[in-house]
């Protein structure tokens, strides 16, 4: 069964630094990685999708890393700025299984101070 | 610009209550999915679809039923609702294969 897991599982940071968010999971068997952005009490919102062929995508101040083989995946937040405080989560999409059942990762909560 | 709709941001009803939580996307994507999420418990899922009419229980689907008449609609039912359902409630949409999720803002549900 995939286990997905994020280290740390809260991080706070002055504005302004670089940081690196971690994801793990133990099945390497996947079609994508995703990664979601998740504001207190509001629904997901999807960030970065990384196909099992790619090595990284990016999106302005973000950077995702694939390592399939490991089974690791990092977001990359350059330039943090207090309207990153949230919780990031990742999520792997299996190859197997109907409906393309996502497993979740427990999230990262994010807080960046002035 | 796509995406996925639910019905209502916040929800009080009483115990006993049979509840009706409405999901609508404007994707065509033939997968639907409904997700609970409570603290410490991370998201979990309660039922998914996979196509109209067709459905699977998920990890959690015990006091809860679903709906999908038609390919851009899933509902999501509470037969009677109990205070141990009180939780954020989101719906998700997807293609199947190598492709993303797209979530609803979520729907806050606090049964009393």
């Known amino acids: 069964k995939q286990e997905v897991t994020q280290i740390p599982a809260a991080l706070s940071v002055p504005e302004g630094e670089n940081l690196v968010l971690n994801c793990s999971f133990t099945d390497s068997a996947i079609y994508n990685l995703q990664w979601f952005r998740q504001d207190p009490g509001k629904g997901l919102t999807s960030l970065l999708l990384i196909q099992s062929s790619q090595r990284e995508q990016t999106s302005g101040r973000l950077n995702a890393s694939l390592d399939k083989s490991s089974g690791r995946s990092t977001l990359y937040i350059a330039a943090s700025q207090p309207g990153d405080s949230a919780t990031y989560l990742c999520?792997?999409?299996?190859?197997?299984?109907?409906?393309?059942?996502?497993?979740f990762g427990t999230g990262t909560r994010l807080q960046v101070t002035l | 610009d796509v995406k996925v709709t639910q019905s209502s941001r916040y929800l009080v009803k009483r115990t006993g209550e049979k509840v009706f939580l409405e999901c609508v996307q404007d994707m065509d994507h033939e997968n639907m999915f409904w997700y609970r999420q409570d603290p410490g418990l991370g998201l979990r899922l309660i039922y998914f679809?996979?196509?109209?009419?067709?459905?699977e229980k998920g990890d959690i689907p015990e006091g809860y039923s679903v709906s999908r008449e038609k390919k851009e609609r899933f509902s999501l039912i509470l037969e009677s609702a109990s205070t141990n359902q009180t939780s954020m409630y989101l719906c998700?949409?997807?293609?199947?294969?190598?492709?993303?999720?797209?979530f609803g803002s979520g729907t806050r549900l606090t049964v009393v």
């Open positions: 679809s996979y196509d109209v009419k067709m459905k």
């Open positions: 999520a792997v999409n299996p190859l197997i299984g109907t409906a393309s059942k996502l497993t």
């Open positions: 998700a949409s997807s293609f199947t294969g190598n492709y993303g999720y797209t």
